[in-house]
């Protein structure tokens, strides 16, 4: 059964830092591509980031380039998001995804002081 | 960037009762995904490249279009079909979403 556990979550303040994990099961993670997506509350889905299976490909969305970094550890079967310089508008729920078919479940990221 | 928007923002249906869900997107696609949510819930992948069914995903569910019109067509309306279905172009990044349908009970 594919499994995507994130942790990482919680409140920080406006320019914080925050380290998202995504703990992988079920599947030959290596050979998935990746993504995060986040979803303020009540309201819709925004595509974060992208990673290749290898790690090679990346990309970003232009509301968080520059201050987000996604990476992936294939040994350890895990995805992570390194978000700095937080803003309140950052402020949702995280999920971590393969190409769309399988998500974790979302976690809550509060940008607050 | 490719912009989506859905059409209806809210649909009011019965169970029983055919729903016609829109995406239109700004230029011409070929890669458009349907999802389902439910509150509290992950979004759930229905649809890809535009008409093929997700594993496990009742027939009912069906999905046309090309270029920069598509549906989403649910035949029968289930209680459990009633929530907010997005459209997401998936052919390249930036993987860009719709606003969203929400389809509630009648």
């Known amino acids: 059964e594919v499994q995507l556990v994130a942790s990482g979550g919680g409140l920080v303040q406006p320019g914080g830092s925050l380290r998202l994990s995504c703990a992988a099961s079920?599947?030959?993670?290596?050979?998935?591509?990746m993504n995060w997506v986040r979803q303020a509350p009540g309201k819709g889905l925004e595509w974060v980031s992208f990673?290749?299976?290898?790690?090679?490909?990346?990309y970003y969305a232009d509301s968080v380039k520059g201050r987000f970094t996604i990476s992936r550890d294939n040994a350890k079967n895990s995805l992570y998001l390194q978000m700095n310089s937080l803003r309140a508008e950052d402020t949702a729920f995280y999920y971590c995804?393969?190409?769309?078919?399988?998500w974790g479940q979302g976690i809550l990221v509060t940008v607050s002081s | 960037e490719i912009v989506l928007t859905q059409s209806p923002a809210t649909l009011s249906l019965s169970p029983g009762e055919r729903g016609t869900l829109s995406c239109r997107a700004t230029?011409?696609?070929?890669?458009l995904a349907w999802y389902q949510q439910k509150p509290g819930q992950a979004p759930r992948l229905l649809i890809y490249?535009?008409?093929t069914r997700a594993t496990g995903i009742p027939d009912r569910f069906s999905g046309s279009g090309s270029g920069t019109d598509f549906t989403l067509t649910i035949s029968s309306l289930e209680p459990e079909d009633f929530a907010v279905y997005y459209c997401?172009?998936?052919?390249?990044?930036?993987?860009?979403f719709g606003p969203g349908t929400k389809l509630e009970i009648k």
């Open positions: 490249s535009a008409s």
């Open positions: 079920g599947f030959t993670f290596s050979s998935y591509e």
């Open positions: 997401q172009q998936h052919g390249g990044p930036p993987y860009t």
């Open positions: 230029f011409s696609i070929n890669s």
């Open positions: 990673i290749s299976g290898s790690g090679a490909t990346i």
């Open positions: 995804s393969t190409m769309f078919a399988y």
